[in-house]
């Protein structure tokens, strides 16, 4: 199967660099943030009509949609997180947390993890939003958090260049992975549990199989610079590397064999850093976040 990708939008409204997208109740939507801290929330069938959310004091590393309650979880750097009604774009409340960054929010069942640039990890209790535990197990930054609820774990990537594993139930560490030569900028498991993929500031991007323990299964040279950002496609089959070097490639899940490359020469991709990719769930294609101040469109149809 071969891939044909074009680019068939961008979003500008944004005065300084995207570093988060999240998506939306409407499938066809979706918000993004960044250095700015505008929150906004952007519609496929209105191209160019960004809706304003909120205006958050400080840059915005990360959001997350929370599905049940269908409130935004937004993370403002050097303060705490709060909870937005994208609806009447009210705050409904905040919780302060840290004085450094906020770079990775994920909620799962009735926690929310948050990853922070002192190296703690901590744990909200999703519904009545208070403090649950704080995991510190760095003092470098944790930079990203995914979630295995096959086999009840989670894994943070860490700037001191390690991936830690976490129990979800007992929140305690199970295992330290000498991951990396440089800091770990983002971790995604495989949607069957069965591999963990993480990439970072050393540009190589490494499939671990889950067990006891971890072991590593490849290792790829995957870029020119760092890789900000790793998921993957609804049909699990592929992933998407969002990289500092411009580029975004998309990769066989199973092989980790390079499918595509997007650069601005060949599809008018973005001219700096690429941030952050979220596939969207209906339409065929996924959007891209960069230090350009633009938000990239891209359809994606498989060919035989």
Known sequence: MALAIE?????AGHRDAIYALSPAKDPQQFYSSGSDGLVIRWDLTKPDLGELIARIPASVYALAYDETTSLLWVGQNFD????IDPITKQALDSIKLTSSQIFDIQIFENIVLIAQGDGTVTILDREH???RKHLKASEASARSIDINPHSREFAVGYSDYTIKIFDLDSLTLKFIIAAHTHSVFSVRYSPNGHFLY????DAHLKSWKVGDPYQVHQDV???MFAINHITFSPDHQKIITASMDKTLKIWDAQSLRLLKV???ARFAGHRTSINKVLWLPLASGFVSASDDRLISIWKV???A
Do not use: M, N, P, Y
């Not at 680019?7 to 979003?11: A, C, E, N, V």
């Not at 705490?80 to 909870?83: D, L, P, T, V, W």
């Open 7 to 11: 680019k068939t939008d961008t979003f």
């Open 80 to 83: 705490g997180i709060h909870r």
């Open 221 to 223: 040279v995957a870029h």
């Open 198 to 201: 993480s990439g970072g500031r």
């Open 262 to 264: 997007l650069d601005w």
């Open 129 to 131: 939003f208070q403090i």
């Open 301 to 303: 149809q498989e060919q």
